[in-house]
Nanobody, 121 residues
Framework: QLQASGGGLVQAGDSLRLSCAASGRTFSLRAMGWFRQGPGKEREFVAAVSWSGISTYYADFAKGRFTISKDNAKDTVHLQIDSLKLEDTAVYYC????????????????WGQGTQVTVSS
């Protein structure tokens, strides 16, 4: 089970940290990812981290402003977003995968409920 939190209404330029707590059969997970779906847009990959927390991966648009990390003691993945832009407005979903491979195309087996991030000017 994945429980996402941390979304909210923020102003452009602010920072926000999203969290995703994993529970249950976490021993089967190989990586955790964040995706987002903006209004009228398709869901897109944002970032991923290996279950060990050692390796991280980012979509091109996320490089520089987004930081993904994993708290191994709490089985929690964080997504730090800095210098928020209006176009970052979206529902952010965390997901877990049991598959080893290219994190942008492998199937994700478990999904959190999503947390809304709204950026205002």
């Amino acid at each position: 089970q994945l429980q996402a939190s941390g979304g909210g209404l923020v102003q452009a330029g602010d920072s926000l940290r999203l969290s995703c707590a994993a529970s249950g059969r976490t021993f089967s997970l190989r990586a955790m990812g964040w995706f987002r779906q903006g209004p009228g847009k398709e869901r897109e990959f944002v970032a991923a981290v290996s279950w060990s927390g050692i390796s991280t991966y980012y979509a091109d648009f996320a490089k520089g402003r987004f930081t993904i990390s994993k708290d191994n003691a709490k089985d929690t993945v964080h997504l730090q977003i800095d210098s928020l832009k209006l176009e970052d407005t979206a529902v952010y979903y965390c997901a877990g995968t049991r598959t080893v491979g290219i994190v942008t195309i492998i199937p994700y087996d478990y999904w959190g409920q999503g947390t809304q991030v709204t950026v205002s000017s």
